[in-house]
């Protein structure tokens, strides 16, 4: 006897139609193509399918990926209520995995800082001075050249 699926899929009508549109279609990222088509194959409320759901490696097979990748569909279609749209597309990260350095505050410290005077001996402050005096500040973290440079273009500002 065949042990119980632990994610079945089961797709209504609306959301069939949906995602056979979109691996018919070849406007769309190859990811949802593919996610999709692992959905469509998984459905057991396939009213065209001739017989049973084929096996995970059968599908693997069918659709070029590994089995994990099945099961990982599967997964995420259960968890997220089954959800159609939310399991084929991209989950965006909520924030990114380091922290950025330059915050608005330091954007704001650096332009303070070079709206200033240059030190004595210099005429005006090149982008390696504001590396040192920036450097040398305790509250502004270090910071290469080239990150001041990109800081001061994007806020339209000129070192004359």
């Not at 006897?1 to 797709?11: F, T, W």
């Not at 005429?123 to 001075?129: H, T």
Request: charged share 35%; with cysteine; glycine share 6%.
């Amino acid at each position: 006897m065949s042990r119980a699926k632990a994610h079945p899929v089961r797709l209504d009508e609306a959301d069939r139609a949906m995602l056979r549109r979109l691996v018919r279609t070849g406007s769309h990222p190859a990811q949802q193509v593919r996610r999709a088509r692992i959905l469509l194959e998984l459905d057991e409320n396939d009213p065209d399918r001739r017989g049973p759901v084929a096996t995970q490696s059968q599908i693997a097979d069918r659709v070029g990926v590994a089995l994990d990748t099945i099961r990982k569909v599967a997964l995420v279609h259960a968890g997220l209520g089954q959800d159609v749209e939310a399991t084929i597309r991209r989950r965006r990260r909520e924030r990114p995995p380091v922290d950025p350095k330059v915050t608005g505050e330091v954007e704001a410290r650096i332009i303070a800082m070079a709206c200033t005077d240059p030190p004595d001996g210099y005429d005006r402050w090149s982008l390696r001075l504001l590396e040192k005096h920036v450097g040398l500040a305790d509250d502004i973290p270090d910071l290469d050249h080239s990150t001041i440079g990109r800081v001061l273009k994007k806020r339209h500002f000129v070192l004359i």
